[in-house]
């Protein structure tokens, strides 16, 4: 394993001043994992002149040793290789690869609805978003985690794509999203709020988010 | 390496039949690693009653050892560590999944313009893509080779990344999306061209394409 083998890098998770979105996952992975990370939030008033200077436009970026990596789910990988929360064997790999790109790719149907400005279309858009695709990878989640036996999503242990479904879960119930019912996951899928209380109890996570509140 | 220490699995890849999208880059890497693999086409026609047996309404779907694993660039990882294409290192790894995820964003923004039915909203959608998003990732991405050694995007040699780029830059040339100019690669970034050509003239992929015209 390379995070026993080696020295830890320099790492710096450069997001925004948020406790959510697509940086998330990676500073709730390190700090599970006691990785040492710099966690830099970028406000959102400082964001359009920083932005061209992202290799993509986006963020999150990670540091390493100076380097920049972008991609959150390619970040979430790296630092679930150095906390411990990435699965050794391939086929577990896939496994957690394919839960964390199946809640990306419902992010990206979600996310252009956050920037709409006109209520009557983004209405239109969360209850088109709450009727299909949501509801379908809901169910279809749900039905992974019992198939690979009910507690976690690859590997059976905690990895960076159980955090991946935490956060997620976690946003579909909160309220944030006008016009998607918070109770959607607690109809279809009983066992991810079941998976979202057991790792919203994980005394890292418990310990991170009183620290960041 | 898992490859060399275990059985190779029975592995079948599910896709459309045609010699692109998003199955195209693992069935390369099966084609140059040597893997073995059923590479089951459906057709067009097929599909609607297909679809909702698929994990996710979603193609491709790998097949290992009769286990579903969906997500095309979860799929090219796997089969890329299968075929020895993938980094052993952790932050090569990174970034051959970086450029992986960076393609996908892309292809994200393109795929909804294939099903616009009314022209003039194809175009514009189009001729927006073609001034934005993809020239500021095509320079991005020529910039990234160049730091990375101008050969291979990770690692020293080839990945399932540079099959990645190599399929999206013959696609972004081949006129196949009208309205998205097809020298747009070729002003902005020639070393991408040149990655395309070497990566197009590689011995097992000359072959694979003289069996799959």
Known sequence: MTNTETKMPDLKLIYFDFNGGRGEAARLAMAIGNVAFDDERI????????????PFGQLPVLHVDGEEIT????????????????PQDDLDAARCDEVMSAVEDVMFAIVPTLFMEDEDEKRKAREALAEGPIPLVVRRMGEMLDRRGGEYFAGGKLTVADLKVFLWVRYLRSGLLDYVPTDIVDNIAPNLVAHFERTN?????????????
């Not at 406000?43 to 992202?54: D, L, R």
């Not at 109890?201 to 509140?213: K, M, R, T």
């Open 71 to 86: 991609q959150t789910n390619t970040i979430n990988r790296y630092v679930g290789k150095l906390a411990g929360l990435y």
């Open 43 to 54: 406000g959102v008033e400082a964001w359009p002149a920083y932005k061209n200077s992202t």
């Open 201 to 213: 109890s994980h005394p890292a996570i418990v310990a991170w988010y009183e620290a960041h509140q």
